[in-house]
């Protein structure tokens, strides 16, 4: 398996445009998690799917930020519109849906809204 | 609420010296704690894991961990540090009553400097 792919790897965007970020889990895992990384806050998760439901999207920062999983093997992240404080970078996780097990996480796609 | 803490930002080390970052964890019931690593623009790569039974848990690259139930810690280890560990490493726990949902240290910063 090639692991998590996520595309693109590098996106740059003026402010006010719509952002989608791609993930394609690792085949026969079930739980898909999305997660944003910043020098200030760290490594925070957003939103997480068990097989393909919204769980939990405590962590969607606002409105302007969505998430779908129509099928097993594809998730999107959207922005819209797009501000310079989403400027991070965003990581797509999956793993098996057991508590005991750990998560593979993609390259991650630096996103740098102007 | 679950939490983890991993209360030093940085850990500078010696080339050949033992090496320990340290992480303490709250979580009601039965935890299941990871550790990964992230070297600069990569995603986070699993290293180990604690489920249950022994409580020294081995890993990839020669790293180790110790589960201390009654210190509520998860400290981990390598007796020999490379310059090749210099990343950012962190512990995270797994919930067994919500089996998506993860809960990251803020990471601590490994330097080995030769």
């Known amino acids: 398996d090639a692991g998590v792919i996520q595309s693109p790897r590098h996106e740059v965007t003026e402010m006010g445009q719509e952002v989608t970020l791609r993930c394609k889990p690792i085949?026969?895992?079930?739980?898909l998690f999305w997660y944003r990384q910043t020098m200030m806050r760290g490594l925070e998760l957003l939103i997480y799917?068990?097989?393909?439901?919204?769980?939990?999207d405590s962590g969607m920062p606002e409105d302007r930020f969505s998430a779908k999983m129509p099928n097993a093997s594809f998730s999107t992240l959207k922005i819209q519109p797009s501000e310079p404080r989403d400027s991070a970078v965003y990581f797509c996780?999956?793993?098996?849906?057991?508590?005991?097990?750990?998560?593979?996480f993609g390259q991650g796609t630096r996103l740098t809204v102007v | 609420a679950q939490s983890v803490a991993q209360p030093e930002d940085q850990v500078n080390v010696a080339e050949g010296n033992p090496l320990t970052v340290k992480c303490t964890y709250s979580?009601?019931?039965?935890?299941?704690l990871f550790w990964y690593v992230q070297y600069p623009n990569r995603g986070l790569q699993f290293l180990l894991k604690y489920i249950t039974g022994d409580n020294l848990v081995k890993g990839s690259y020669g790293f180790e961990a110790e589960f201390n139930k009654s210190q509520t810690s998860f400290h981990l280890k390598k007796p020999s540090a490379l310059v090749s560990d210099s990343a950012l490493y962190f512990c995270?726990?797994?919930?067994?009553?919500?089996?998506?949902?993860?809960?990251f240290g803020d990471g601590t910063t490994l330097t080995v400097k030769p």
């Open positions: 085949s026969g895992h079930n739980s």
């Open positions: 996780a999956s793993s098996l849906g057991t508590p005991t097990s750990e998560a593979f």
């Open positions: 995270a726990v797994r919930h067994n009553t919500n089996a998506g949902k993860s809960t």
């Open positions: 799917f068990n097989n393909n439901v919204p769980i939990d």
């Open positions: 979580v009601s019931g039965n935890p299941y």
